[in-house]
């Protein structure tokens, strides 16, 4: 594995009960950047994704074989190796979803939560972490007046980029985005590709998106599933 | 409407017109039975006072701290037993050994309480006479335990699915932010479904309370007061089980009916706060 490949997937195929939904595909991710994954409905976009934090895994009926590669800072894994440990991974590879998922507790809670299932316990730490994970997502300003407030009284807008900061907090190396910003505003959604901008820096995004316009806009770069 | 609308449509109304009427007729009865008891100012006193028919003394305060205690008791046994086992069943292990047991706790539900009584009398009854050293073994911590095995099916399948009401996009969060499936549970399912699980506890006490067979053949039958886990009680449905009096005319028999209507006080206490907490499930849900 070269060094300025991220992800390197080898002979991937997927089956949900027998259904064919990847068929041996082989790929590498370069590190850092954007890579934007396109193509029609029902071709695996989101499943590709979830093979690289094994989020499929608790689905009934689905089936992996292939290899998978990430060069994490510490060394390269295979990330299906039986000794890698799911919450290191997933702390690692961070995920946001297509509708924003708050949890149903406060904005501060929200965004502390992985830091609290990673068991980190200082408060000020913890403090400290939170706001630069909501600045980051531009959403400091709009709700340090009312973080204790429940999360899901946010707009869309706001709680997706709750969500973003959320994945953030444990700073991944990894970022795997699923049409993030399909349900949101106009508003909303230039924040995010900004955003998006900004941390491609230094970190991995891998992002599905149906949007051409605003994949040309911020990816790096390309890969059509068909 | 045609015809044959307007008969459906009665026969409904009359359907649910009797079964409400069955319920408030039940309470009347007790309380024009009891009347007697109330007129002659003995209310508080039959509540307060012990039972002590040598002495003229036909209170039940005995039988309703029985039924409390016993009651209470199992309640508290069966509900961490309860939580593990639904969690277990709905969040730790949902596959093959999750709708196995969960298939078995079903089961449960239909086993005759009389059977209970059989395992308590015969089994449980001599264990616990060994490990306390004195008495039958039949006594409050017996018939509580088999109480609490009697009631954990309601509460099992009421918090199992209470917890998989939970909505699937918080689940996917947690897992996705690297949770364990106990942080799940911990930090997710379980302050959610709280409602849930409050029902769950408050349904199952009221089948504690209102359980009869049990509290007949295992609790011991003593009409004192108890005072610790290993003493003999008689709660109110066994205490009216026993249909003591033969003079309908006696205090001894009229006192039943104010039994009657404790138990009746209780349970509808108990299933008036699972409605609560149910239509407050529902406004949330909305």
Known sequence: ??????????????????????????????????????????KGKTTLLMTLNRLWEDTPGAVMTGEILIRFKERVTNIYDPRVSLPWLRKKVGMVFQTPNPLPMSIYKNTAFPLMLAGIKEKPVIEERVRQALEMTFLWDEVKSRLNRDARTLSGGQQQRLCMARALVLDPEVLLLDEPTSSLDPRSLSMIEALLTHLKKDRTIIMVSHYLDQVKRIADQMMALS | MSLRAVIVKNILFFSAFISAAVTLGIFVFMAVLGLPLFREGLFL??????????????????????????????????????????????????????????????????????????????????????????????????????????VSPTMILLFSSAFETIPEGYLRAVDALGGSTVQKFIYVILPHSWKGVLAGVTLSLGRAIGDTMIALMVAGNAVASPASLFDPARPLTSHIAHLIAADFNSLEFKVLFLCGMALYLFTLLSAGLVNILSSGKKKEAL
């Open chain 2, 45 to 150: 006193d039959m509540l307060s006072q012990p039972w002590m028919p040598h002495k003229n003394s036909y209170g039940i305060r005995p039988m309703i701290l029985s039924t409390l205690s016993l009651s209470f008791l199992s309640v508290l046994i069966a509900f961490p037993l309860s939580l593990g086992c639904a969690a277990f069943v709905s969040v730790i292990s949902p596959g093959k050994a999750g709708r196995f047991v969960k298939s078995m706790v079903g089961l449960m539900t239909g086993v005759p309480t009389v059977i209970y009584g059989f395992i308590g009398v015969f089994l449980l009854a001599p264990l616990v006479r060994d490990i306390s050293g004195r008495g039958s073994g039949m006594c409050i911590l017996t018939a509580a335990i088999l109480l609490a095995i009697l």
């Open chain 1, 1 to 42: 594995m070269e060094p300025s490949v991220k992800i390197s997937i080898r002979e991937l195929s997927f089956f949900y009960h027998r259904t064919q939904v990847i068929d041996s595909l082989t790929c590498r991710f370069r590190e850092n950047g954007i890579t934007a994954i396109t193509g029609p409905s029902g």
